[in-house]
């Protein structure tokens, strides 16, 4: 197939790449040179706008930072829907507003083309091995048709239901992981405080009640877990700044829903505090370094 690609970073690149290898055509374009020289290397065609990446494609895929970025490449001057030819399929992959997600296919729909929103998780690491996660929101027949081009970069790919739902699927599920990291650091925190190795709360808990993903798979305490990024001085993985941006999205569209979202409001404040602190770049799980306390390693 003929895919435009737009927003060749840290995911879209090896997203890309992923196309280029299962056989597509992939012409792509990013603001950031040397982005184009990447693809160009992996075997894709370089171009210098949005417009002339999505002219002849049959399938448009974005990746780029945030909602502003979205309704712009989409909808300002330029952009994807002026450019691109009748019947494309428009697949958006960066994790953004439901709102903004909602009015952008939305203004895809008027102008005849369908739009999925299919946010990502598994990072950098999935990214460059094609084995990410999709959550796709939009019509049945646009999941349909996504689906050779979302395989070739992802393992498992799910229809969460209409426009919008693979952003708030995304929301929910990184609200959720944001929230229980804290709660496996603060009990890690207090075992320590009360002469309980942090092995043995670890082999205990992982087999009871308080057992989750945070703690089994991601233990924010080194040790437990070896290949937790605790254990390579919190080097990401998830950075805690990407936390910080999807518990935003998750406080916006809970507040704009009237949801009751009083933990993960708080653990937006606590990952706000890691990352004004210096540690954005870190991984999220570094967040026990700060409820631990200072001087304690
Ligand atoms: P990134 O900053 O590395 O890549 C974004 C790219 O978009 C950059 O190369 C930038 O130059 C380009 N860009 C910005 N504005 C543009 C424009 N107007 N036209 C063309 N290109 C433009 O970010 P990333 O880590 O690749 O993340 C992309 C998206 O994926 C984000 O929404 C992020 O939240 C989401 N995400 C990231 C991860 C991760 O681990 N990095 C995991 C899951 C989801």
Request: with cysteine; glycine share 14%.
């Amino acid at each position: 197939m003929k895919i435009g690609f737009i927003g060749l970073g840290n995911m879209g690149g090896p997203m890309a790449a992923n196309l280029l290898k299962a056989g597509h055509e992939v012409t792509g374009f990013d603001v950031a040179k040397p982005t184009l020289d990447a693809l160009a290397k992996a075997g894709g065609k370089p171009v210098t706008a949005a417009a002339a990446a999505v002219a002849q494609a049959e399938i448009v895929v974005t990746m780029l930072p945030a909602g502003p970025h979205v309704r712009q490449v989409y909808a300002g001057e330029g952009g994807v829907l002026a450019a691109v030819k009748p019947g494309a399929l428009l697949i958006d992959s960066s994790t953004i507003d439901v709102e903004t997600a909602r009015t952008v296919a939305k203004a895809a729909a008027e102008r005849g083309f369908d739009m999925l929103d299919a946010p990502v998780s598994g990072g950098v690491g999935g990214a460059a091995a094609g084995t990410l996660t999709f959550m796709v929101g939009g019509s049945e027949a646009g999941f349909a048709r996504a689906l050779p081009a979302l395989q070739a970069m992802g393992k498992t790919i799910v229809h969460a239901g209409p426009s919008g739902n693979g952003q708030a699927a995304k929301i929910c599920n990184n609200m959720i992981l944001g929230i229980s990291m804290i709660a496996v650091s603060e009990g890690f925190a207090l075992a320590e405080r009360l002469g309980l190795d942090w092995q043995r709360l670890f082999d205990i808990s992982s087999k009871s009640s308080g057992q989750c993903w945070s703690m089994t798979n991601y233990c924010p305490a080194p040790g437990p877990v070896p290949a937790a990024p605790s254990n390579r001085d919190y080097q990401a993985g998830f950075t805690a700044d990407m936390m910080l941006k999807d518990l935003k999205l998750a406080q916006q569209a809970a507040q704009a829903s009237g949801a009751t979202t009083p933990l993960g409001a708080e653990a937006a404040a606590l990952f706000q505090m890691l990352v004004n602190g210096g540690f954005g770049a870190k991984d999220f799980s570094a967040v026990f370094r700060m409820i631990r306390g200072a001087g304690r390693g």
